[in-house]
């Protein structure tokens, strides 16, 4: 590093991190890519012993193969859509910022699997004099198997800096007002255009539930959000329910599982059914092809419409509420002395 990086002012810059993907839809690619989320013990906290021979005798030869048709079927000319939806996250929310707080804000986006890794994010914001990093992992609700995950790849990465920037972590925003009205807005829009289905049903991805016995806040912060939107749409009770999907393994996952969930509303004569995924900051393996392909396809199996309510992605709405709290974080940290205050910097003072 250039001695001259020492007198230079403390740029500000935000770290967003999500899940992962691989770097092609191939065999070879996912079996990397896999080995890498599922060899984390904040992911799956099986003793090694038990759980090395499972992980690379059975599940790292067989699912890959099972997964290329599906990751192909989402992927496009950018890559998987977790990272081109994430670029465009990026890009949106710097210049958001930079508008909103009156000087460049760089903005870094990160995988917490395969690539851009979290040290490669950090890099990035190092290389553009940035010396106070706020980490957004973008998981709204907070799970150890993500949110902390993430930060754990962040703190790990600083170990091999020798100067260590100022840092500022987000666990949540799963009750954030502006989320929740962007998730409002987008279910009001897809009413307006296809019409309000019978029932509304938020899917989230689901954790094993001894995580939550464990102390995990997910299923709680899951919850919250359901209340918060289904009270902003004006839903009843009984328009609206909640249930877990993506379950993987033998033990007990949060219940209800989506997909015997699917079951019971069709017993009850649901036929049009709208669906979100509140917990997806971007569409994703996990909506589009499980959602979307496979649960609409048991829907229809049972005699009704699934209709997939799209993730937040980089709509304007998420993007602004992304932005509003992120500025809410970052107000104290820009420097006073130099240029002129944003005008609606002051929308952020506290009261
Ligand atoms: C094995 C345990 C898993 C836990 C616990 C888990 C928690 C968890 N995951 C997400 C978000 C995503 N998961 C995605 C894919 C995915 N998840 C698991 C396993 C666990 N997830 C696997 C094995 C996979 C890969 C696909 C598969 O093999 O079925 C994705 C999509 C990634 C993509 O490439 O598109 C996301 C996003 C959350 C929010 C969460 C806990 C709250
Ligand atoms: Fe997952
Ligand atoms: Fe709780």
Not at 143 to 159: G, H
Request: net charge neutral; glycine share 8%.
């Amino acid at each position: 590093m250039d001695i001259a990086a020492h007198r230079q002012p403390a740029q500000t810059g935000v770290l967003l991190i999500n899940l992962g993907t691989p770097d092609a839809p191939t065999p070879e690619a996912i079996r990397r890519y896999l080995k890498e989320f599922l060899s984390d013990d904040r992911v799956v906290d099986v003793e090694p012993w038990l759980w090395w021979p499972i992980l690379n005798g059975i599940i790292l030869r067989t699912r890959p193969g099972k997964l290329a048709a599906r990751y192909a079927a989402i992927w496009g000319p950018d890559g998987g859509p977790l990272l081109s939806i994430g670029r465009q996250q990026a890009a949106g929310l710097a210049s958001r910022l930079s508008q909103q707080l009156g000087r460049a804000v760089p903005v870094a986006l990160a995988m917490r699997y395969g690539n851009p890794s979290v040290q490669a994010g950090l890099a990035a914001l190092e290389q553009q004099g940035v010396r106070r990093v706020l980490v957004l992992p973008l998981f709204p609700q907070y799970s150890a198997s993500t949110t902390a995950s993430a930060l754990d790849a962040v703190f790990d990465a600083l170990k091999l800096r020798r100067w260590l920037p100022e840092l500022r972590t987000i666990n949540h925003y799963h009750d954030d007002p502006g989320y929740i009205a962007a998730l409002a807005d987008s279910v009001r829009a897809h009413w307006q255009q296809a019409g309000q289905g019978e029932h509304l049903l938020l899917s989230f991805h689901g954790i094993p539930r001894r995580y939550f016995a464990l102390g995990d806040p997910y299923y709680c912060e899951c919850q919250k959000t359901g209340r918060l939107l289904a009270e902003t749409l004006d839903l009843a009770e009984g328009q609206w329910s909640l249930s877990f999907q993506s379950r993987f393994g033998r033990e007990e996952w949060l219940q209800p599982y989506t997909d015997e969930h699917l079951r019971q509303l069709a017993q009850r004569g649901i036929r049009k059914l709208d669906v979100i995924a509140p917990g997806f900051a971007a569409d994703c393996l996990e909506t589009l092809e499980e959602i979307a392909e496979e649960y609409g396809a048991l829907f229809a199996k049972l005699g009704g419409t699934l209709r997939y309510i799209p993730a937040l992605n980089a709509s304007d709405r998420h993007l602004d509420a992304l932005a509003a709290l992120i500025g809410g974080q970052l107000q104290d940290w820009l420097p006073r002395n130099r240029g002129a205050p944003a005008a609606n910097l002051a929308q952020h003072a506290p009261d």
